[in-house]
């Protein structure tokens, strides 16, 4: 049983939640402190598994590869360091995580079937 403050900061993170999912790639605006100064710091990758949808204790982990070796990062999603999460890009999967995506090398590391992609328009 959850207590009414929760409840009341669920029902608020709900109005303002950002609508991505599994597969898609963010932008992760994360406040970085370093001694006395703040700065943002973007983080980009593709969203390969998303736990506690929807419940303030939400984590999203997205990879991205840098020089050629994928980096894996954990957010909490609720958290005052995260500032923002933008959608870069959309696309469609079949599965509600995407660790196979460790194993592929190259480009097929990060390539995933866009949203819109193979949909016929009505001539």
Do not use: C, W
């Not at 994360?30 to 593709?46: P, S, W």
């Not at 999203?60 to 954990?74: A, F, H, L, M, W």
């Not at 933008?86 to 990060?110: H, P």
């Amino acid at each position: 049983m959850t207590s009414k403050i929760i409840q009341d900061l669920e029902a608020v993170d709900k109005e303002n939640a950002v609508a991505y999912g599994v597969g898609d790639t963010i932008n992760v605006h994360q406040l970085i402190r370093e001694g006395k100064k703040e700065r943002v710091q973007r983080y980009e990758g593709v969203v390969i598994s998303r736990r506690n949808k929807g419940n303030i204790k939400e984590v999203v982990t997205v990879r991205k590869i840098v020089d050629k070796v994928g980096v894996e990062k954990t957010f909490l999603v609720r958290s005052p360091l995260v500032s923002k999460i933008e959608i870069v890009r959309q696309a469609s999967v079949r599965r509600a995580k995407l660790f196979y995506l460790r194993d592929r090398k190259g480009t097929k590391a990060t390539r995933l079937k866009a949203k819109n992609e193979g949909v016929k328009a009505n001539a």
